[in-house]
């Protein structure tokens, strides 16, 4: 168990919907980065935010956005659902923004868009 | 641009025969290499970070060592519970702190 929890496991949504993913992060860790997962892409970089600010932005749609609370927790939102976005979305996060601060791994959210 | 290439991509071994999985990079300026461990339908799993050529890390039967093209993460005598998906990771000194995966190694191993 890494610390970073994340709900919900699964998601079954349709095309054209929006959802909200929900990661908190290790306590103590200030930064939180999400990351996809699909089958032809492998895992990649979305967005890292530190402290409550954006730090980084990977190749994230302009469908997607995400944020960090006060408390630190994190939420991506993803809107108008293709099935393309059909993939696990994990979180991870670190002690601070440092670049060689090792990034935990939560268990992730599987979501399928029908 | 930055790069991660993992081989091979699956590998299958019997218990106790000891092989090794390669990650070869490229980035400008290599901050860190990772080594994670993936179950299906998982989270990746911290393994071990290597910060520059010549390091290595050792953890029961996973040994990392790393060069400046590439890192070896070397199995002895692996077991059924090592099998698994291994990702290599990096950072670089040109983006943040941002991972950049491999495609992974499926690592298969029987009894």
């Known amino acids: 168990d890494s610390g970073v929890t994340q709900t919900p496991k699964h998601l079954i949504t349709a095309t054209g919907q929006r959802v909200t993913l929900r990661c908190s992060p290790r306590s103590g860790d200030l930064s939180v980065y999400w990351y996809q997962q699909s089958l032809d892409q492998g895992l990649q970089f979305l967005i890292q935010y530190y402290n409550g600010e954006e730090r980084a932005k990977g190749n994230i749609l302009e469908r997607f956005s995400a944020q960090q609370f006060p408390d630190l927790h994190s939420e991506l939102n993803l809107s108008s659902l293709e099935l393309g976005d059909s993939a696990l979305y994990f979180c991870?996060?670190?002690?601070?923004?440092?670049?060689?601060?090792?990034?935990?791994f939560g268990p992730g959210t599987r979501l399928t868009v029908l | 641009e930055d790069q991660v290439t993992q081989s091979p991509e699956a590998l299958r071994l019997q218990e106790g025969e000891s092989s090794s999985l390669n990650c070869s990079y490229t980035v400008s300026g290599l901050r860190g290499l990772f080594w994670y461990r993936q179950d299906p339908g998982k989270g990746p799993e911290f393994l071990f970070t290597?910060?520059?050529a010549g390091e290595e890390k050792e953890k029961e039967r996973l040994k990392a060592t790393l060069t400046k093209k590439e890192s070896f993460l070397h199995i002895t005598a692996p077991k059924p519970e090592d099998s698994a998906t291994y990702l290599c990771a990096v950072q670089s000194s040109s983006n943040t702190g941002k991972l950049i995966f491999g495609q992974g190694t499926t690592l298969q191993v029987k009894p």
């Open positions: 290597l910060y520059s």
């Open positions: 991870a996060s670190s002690e601070s923004d440092r670049r060689t601060d090792t990034q935990y």
